[in-house]
């Protein structure tokens, strides 16, 4: 019977940002387990594409849209055709980001403003703009893509860091406003991953692949698709009672100051 908890099938989960690396993976997973698949993305056209080629691939059911989901207006009128097109919303996944590693003291306003605005306003614009429906519903499951900088400091990601750490409160006081509603709003906390993003610096003898192999307890980077269990967890049934926690898949990193080098 516990199983059946984890089952998505009939349920629409939109992934933003999920046409590719992390974002694909845990869309996959959410797929995997029966729901059908939204994803969208601001770049072209022909990424979003690829993106669905690659999920017809694995037998999952998706759509993809073109949208920046800084843009309010927009983001409303693509929560309306999902709506139209797919179905009601049971899932929304707010995975979009972006990162740019700036030392603070020389980081221009607009660069600032840009990192805040994908990554802490625009989870709010969607979810507002998806909220009332599941209100209305009395049932949904919001997920918010945080990050270990949601816990720590690190040199020249001071932007990243401040959207992330306000992502983190952000997704606690969703949770304290629509919790009685029998909607549950959590984060996810991913560590550092194999992606196609992080291959370049992914080599023996490179000072930062090494620096994360030593400071993870698990003395690795984490895979993709092990993110799979814990997207497809809180989407599910089995976390109906889960409500403003961050679960960090990390491999221990958060857990630990670090070990010496050659211990």
């Not at 984490?222 to 926690?245: K, M, R, T």
């Amino acid at each position: 019977m516990i199983l059946k908890q984890f089952d998505l099938t009939g349920k629409v989960a939109w992934i933003t940002g999920g046409t590719h690396g992390l974002g694909m993976a845990m869309a996959m997973a959410l797929g995997e387990a029966g729901a059908t698949v939204v994803v969208n993305g601001n770049s072209s056209q022909e990424k979003i594409d690829q993106a669905l080629e690659a999920y017809k691939a694995a037998g999952i059911k998706a759509y993809g849209y073109r949208c920046n989901v800084t843009d309010q207006p927009k983001v409303q009128e693509l929560v309306a055709t999902i709506e139209q097109e797919v179905g009601p919303i049971d899932i929304l996944v707010n995975n979009a980001g972006i990162i740019k590693r700036i030392p603070l003291v020389d980081m221009p306003l607009e660069e600032w403003k840009e990192v805040i605005d994908v990554d802490l306003t625009s989870p709010f614009i969607v979810t507002q703009a998806v909220i009332k429906g599941m209100i209305e519903r009395r049932q949904g499951k919001v997920i918010n893509i945080c990050s270990m900088m949601s816990e720590l400091g690190r040199q020249n990601v001071g932007a990243y860091a401040a959207a992330k750490g306000g992502l983190k409160m952000l997704t606690k006081n969703m949770a304290t406003e629509w919790a009685k509603f029998n909607i549950q709003v959590n984060g996810l906390g991913p560590g550092y991953f194999a992606t196609s993003q992080t291959a370049p610096i992914r080599v023996d003898g490179n000072p930062f692949f090494e620096f994360i192999n030593n400071r993870t307890p698990a003395g690795k980077w984490g895979e993709p698709d092990e993110l799979g269990g814990a997207i497809v967890f809180l989407a599910s049934q089995a976390s109906n009672f889960v409500n403003g926690q961050i679960l960090y898949v990390d491999g221990g990193i958060l857990a630990t100051i670090g070990k010496p080098a050659n211990e």
